[in-house]
Structures are given as C-alpha cells and as structure tokens.
C-alpha cells in the first residue's frame, strides 16, 4: 500500500517547466545500500562514517579507510538502480528544464540514465592523488594498499568530499542555479543536516518553487516544505512517472 498523493503535486507537475530534484541516501536505500544515519553493517559494525570519512582519518590510518572505501564500492557495484532512480531518469525528457542534484556518491543515478548529474559530494570510483589532488583515473596499477600515486608516490584516496572538506564551489553554484530557477523542487530521501545540500530547499522556496520532500520519515524540513509524501521514493516516484502524462 502506498500514501495517496494529492492531485495538487501532479497539477503542479504539469505546468511545470523548470524541475530541479535533491536526492540523498534515502533514494538508494532500496537499493540495499545502507544510508549514512543507518548503523553501519558487518566488518564495519563499530566504526562511524565521521570515524572513517575524515582527512584526519586518512592521514592516520590510511589502508582502513582505503578497505572501507573498496567495501563501499564493492556493496555499490552489487546493487542496481531502483525504480526510484529509474523514474527520475525518465522524468528528465518531461520538462525544458531539468537537474539532478546528488548527496550520494555511488553512481546509480547515472546507471539509471541520469545525464549531467551534479554529484555534491563526488564519486566513490573516482580516485585522487591524496597529496595533490590529481584526478587519477578509475583504475590503477599499484600492488600497495591504498595504491600509489604514479607522479609523486603518494597514497590515492577516492573522490568523494569528506568531513571537513569543502564542496566544489562550481557545482555548488550550479545547483544553487538550478534550485533558484525551478518551479518545482523534489527533496528526496536526505536527512536535510548536511551543509550545504540542506539549505537548498530554502533557497528554492525563497525563489518561489513549490517544494515536494519524499521520505518516510520526518526531518528537519517539514516546516519549509509545500507537500510532504511519507513513503519511500521507489513507489512514489514510479506513481508520479505514471500518472504525469
Ligand atoms: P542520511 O543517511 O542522513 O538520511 C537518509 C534519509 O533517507 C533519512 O531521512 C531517511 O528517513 C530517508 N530514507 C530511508 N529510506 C528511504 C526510502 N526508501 N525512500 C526515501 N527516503 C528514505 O543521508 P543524507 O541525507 O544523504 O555526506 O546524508 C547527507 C550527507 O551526510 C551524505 O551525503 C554524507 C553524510 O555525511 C558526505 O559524505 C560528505
């Protein structure tokens, strides 16, 4: 069974031209991938992601958090978009305008067909010289672990903005853009407490969209938000993809 959805949210849908969409881990949890505020599962049961997702971490402890990352990315290549990933990428061609803004790092957006995703908090299968910051290219030949910068011998540590880091101000701005010019803003599965994805829903309802959140659960943007659907996005966004034309 799944929550009715006021006839408002697809009117509003219609008429739209510009539609810009927030995801966080919430959209992959039917995926099987555990969100961030989920406790953590297996090996990795006692550690936290501010335990692990810190330059500091790195620095101290670089092959743990480098294994925890392979895990990361080994959970991700087992799981599949689901049909909340899948709607989204259909939903592109719907509208003039359309932009996808990511918290996530695992890449099933654009497995689904998302094209131009803004990926806020980069990509788990990118890799980076640590020491530099060089793009280094998907894979890597290094016995060592983590691997070995092939320039300057450093330790590779994967793309993603940890705690402490800052977004990229470019595709900050870019989505900042995309959330100012859209009728219609889709805040789907994110706790809305990390800055500064989670004060994008602001800036788009101060510049008059109408703001839609997905999650089951409650958060922090209730009182900002113009319709709350408490479901999961799976089913609700395939309704949506259905029900629109
Ligand atoms: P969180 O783990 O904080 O929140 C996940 C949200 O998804 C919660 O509000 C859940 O209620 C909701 N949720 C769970 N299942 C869902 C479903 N089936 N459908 C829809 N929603 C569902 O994840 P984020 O908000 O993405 O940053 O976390 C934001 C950032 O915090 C992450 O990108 C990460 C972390 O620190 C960095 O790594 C920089």
């Known amino acids: 069974m799944m929550i009715e959805i006021p006839k408002i949210l697809l009117e509003t849908l219609r008429d739209a031209k510009a539609v810009a969409v927030l995801t966080g881990a919430g959209i992959s949890a039917e995926s099987g991938i555990p969100t961030f505020r989920d406790a953590q599962t297996g090996l990795w049961a006692r550690y936290s992601p501010e335990d692990l997702a810190t330059p500091q971490a790195f620095h101290r402890n670089p092959r743990m958090v480098w294994e925890w990352y392979q895990w990361r990315r080994q959970l991700v290549l087992e799981a599949t978009p689901n049909a909340g990933h899948l709607a989204l990428a259909a939903m592109a061609d719907r509208f003039e305008s359309f932009r996808l803004i990511t918290q996530n790092v695992d890449g099933l957006h654009q497995r689904a067909g998302s094209k131009d995703v803004l990926e806020l908090h980069g990509n788990l299968f990118r890799n980076l010289c640590f020491r530099e910051g060089i793009e ?64 994008l829903p602001a800036k788009a309802k101060q510049a008059g969209a109408f703001v839609v959140e997905i999650n089951p659960e409650p958060t922090p943007l209730n009182t900002l938000v113009d319709l709350s659907l408490r479901d999961k996005s799976g089913s609700v966004l395939a309704w949506i993809l259905e029900n629109l034309s």
């Open 136 to 199: 280094l290219g998907p894979s890597l030949d290094s016995p060592e672990i983590p691997p070995r910068c092939p320039h300057c011998g450093g330790p590779i540590r994967p793309g993603v903005i940890w705690f402490g880091e800052n977004v990229s101000e470019s595709l900050y701005e870019e989505s900042l853009e995309a959330c100012r010019r859209a009728d219609v803003l889709l805040v789907i599965g994110t706790s809305g407490l990390v800055h500064p994805a989670a004060g």
